[in-house]
């Protein structure tokens, strides 16, 4: 419903930052966490196989590491942290011991202990971008939407190529409404992976959401907007009711009679009912507007039936 106005069945203005419980939504609901945990992992583990050697960790701690990661894997988050936090205990601070210790305690709920994990990972590696994907999960499922967006865009300013970053920004960026945004990443998305028929679909639901919006800005502005009765037109149009439909396209040409389409409209409306008449003042007046029209003057032909 775009500001109090009924729009058809079919159309709904979506509500992009409260669940039906008026609970801000997540970029990633922390249902979903768990099942992203081993793409999470699967990244933690590419982090450390793209280093031969990780300057202050001694290969018992790393041994000790991807234990620590198996049993976060198998879902033992007690025997993961516990391993963890040993290693960090012997000296092993590296970036990737935070970040698992970091996820686990997004596994739990616990995102505050999350993000100071992140944050020291951060600080120790400026330049990895796990820490940074890790962090906007914590700050989505906080509903903190800018802080989201700005860790998942640092991420995507590292490893630009990375789908998974890409998406969770787009995701963060239409729970804010900003639409550009959204549609901006996933026009990249589509760019990486054309062949992707969930880019395709996400991003046409981002430009209706868009056109959706602005249809609400103009609400705002201008309630008795020729546009707006046009656009509702349009929508009972797509309904099969042709008479809701030509009542609100009435309602434009009272609102704003120099539009020529909506006298053009009309009068196709008018001669599919059999009112010619009608249709023929119409289509007269979208003429006066636009002489010469070869669309409005082949409608009239047909309506004369010549």
Not at 94 to 106: E, K, S, T, W
Not at 264 to 278: A, D, I, S, T, V
């Amino acid at each position: 419903m775009l500001l109090g106005w009924k729009f058809p069945n079919r159309v709904r203005t979506p509500d992009l930052t409260h669940n039906n419980r008026g609970t801000p939504k997540t970029g990633i609901p922390m249902r979903k966490i768990i099942g992203v945990t081993f793409i999470i992992c699967f990244l933690i583990f590419l982090s450390v196989q793209m280093r031969s050697q990780v300057p202050t960790s001694t290969p018992a701690q790393q041994e000790q590491f991807f234990s620590g990661l198996e049993a976060q894997q198998k879902g033992d988050l007690t025997a993961a942290e516990k391993i963890f936090g040993t290693i960090l205990d012997q000296g092993g601070k590296v970036p990737m011991v935070y970040n698992a210790l970091g996820n686990i305690y997004q596994l739990r709920g616990a995102h505050d202990k999350a993000l100071a994990a992140f944050s020291e990972s951060e600080r120790l590696d400026p330049k990895e971008p796990t820490h940074h994907f890790l962090a906007g999960v914590s700050y989505s499922a906080l509903g903190k939407w800018q802080q989201a967006v700005r860790e998942f865009k640092q991420a995507v300013q590292i490893q630009p190529e990375n789908l998974l970053f890409r998406e969770q920004l787009a995701k963060s960026y239409l729970r804010m409404n900003n639409f550009p945004g959204g549609i901006e990443q996933y026009i990249k998305l589509l760019e990486l992976k054309p062949e992707s028929p969930e880019y395709h679909y996400q991003l046409g639901h981002a430009y209706q959401y868009f056109s959706l919006s602005c249809y609400e800005k103009l609400k705002g502005l201008k309630p008795d907007s020729a546009r707006l009765y046009q656009e509702l037109g349009d929508q009972y149009l797509v309904q099969g009711d042709m008479d809701k439909a030509i009542e609100n396209y009435e309602k434009a040409r009272s609102a704003d009679p120099s539009l020529p389409e909506i006298h053009f409209l009309l009068g196709q409306f008018y001669l599919k009912r059999g009112e010619r008449e009608k249709a023929l003042q119409s289509v007269n007046q979208a003429l006066a507007l636009t002489p010469g029209s070869p669309t409005a003057l082949a409608l009239k032909k047909t309506i004369s039936g010549q």
